[in-house]
């Protein structure tokens, strides 16, 4: 028996056969949560709101998703500190490539610095 912890083994070897380690799988719904989404610049003279990431972590994709679907009147781009990071290690995905999936306008800084169209 592979036991995700010393305690967990402890417990199992104390049970023995009273018990079963993990036999079932209980499905459940995270009740959700009222949260705000602060953008970190909004081009005034277009209401263009830019998100500025140097790292995209999942918990980042998750909210920046859900920002977009809720908010569709929104026009929100991610200027990237490099887009051609990685969302994780080993993924051949870049954070580019997740930006564009996902429908959001996005920019490299890196290489081509604040695009000038987007703060015409």
């Known amino acids: ?3 995700k912890s010393k305690f967990e ?3 199992g070897k104390e049970l023995g056969k009273k018990a079963e380690y993990e036999p079932d799988k209980l499905a459940f719904i995270q ?3 009222n949260r705000n989404y602060i953008p970190d610049f909004k081009i005034i003279k277009n209401n263009i709101y830019i998100e500025a990431k140097g790292k995209l972590t999942w918990e ?7 920002v977009k679907e809720q908010h569709p009147d929104k026009d929100i781009r991610i200027l990237f500190m490099n887009a051609s990071n990685k969302i994780r290690k080993g993924s051949p995905t870049t954070y580019g ?3 564009t999936k996902n429908g ?3 920019a490299d800084y890196k290489t081509q610095g604040i695009p000038k169209e987007w703060i015409k």
Do not use: G, S
Request: no cysteine; glycine share 0%.
């Open 104 to 106: 959001f306008i996005w």
């Open 60 to 66: 980042d994709r998750e909210k920046m998703i859900w």
């Open 9 to 11: 083994a402890q417990l």
């Open 97 to 99: 490539d997740w930006a």
């Open 1 to 3: 028996m592979t036991y």
């Open 31 to 33: 009740p959700a949560k």
